[in-house]
Nanobody, 131 residues
Framework: QVQLVESGGGLVQAGASLRLSCTAS????????MGWFRQASGKEREFVAS????????DYADSVKGRFTISRHNAENTVYLQMNSLKLEDTAVYYC????????????????????????WGQGTQVTVSS
């Protein structure tokens, strides 16, 4: 499995911005879909955003649409999550995930990816939004 390392989390005030980064250990990073998920304390992990292997398609949870942007820089084996206008409810541990199976390599429409398609996970980075 590919190794994923997240960075960029921290403590910010509501309304601020943060950019999370996720670097993959493999050069073949550009060949599969990537995603971001989050888990707030006491809650189940939830989908945040995903991007197809080509980068041409993205998908977002309704709760972050218009505020978060996922992007990828394949030459650097890195995926980013730009988070703007952060809210208290965005507080969570954010996980980077890779879909290295067949669907991750072939799906053109990121919205068709499911959580079960993601089979490699990072260790998570904490994002805390204060009032």
């Amino acid at each position: 499995q590919v190794q994923l390392v997240e960075s960029g989390g921290g403590l910010v005030q509501a309304g601020a911005s943060l950019r999370l980064s996720c670097t993959a250990s493999e050069r073949s990073h550009s060949n599969y879909a990537m995603g971001w998920f989050r888990q707030a304390s006491g809650k189940e992990r939830e989908f945040v955003a995903s991007i197809s292997w080509s980068g041409s398609s993205t998908d977002y949870a309704d709760s972050v649409k218009g505020r978060f942007t996922i992007s990828r820089h394949n030459a650097e084996n890195t995926v980013y999550l730009q988070m703007n206008s952060l809210k208290l409810e965005d507080t969570a541990v954010y996980y980077c995930a890779a879909s290295t199976g067949l669907r991750g390599h072939t799906v053109l429409d990121a919205s068709t990816l499911e959580s079960r398609d993601f089979n490699s996970w990072g260790q998570g980075t904490q994002v805390t939004v204060s009032s």
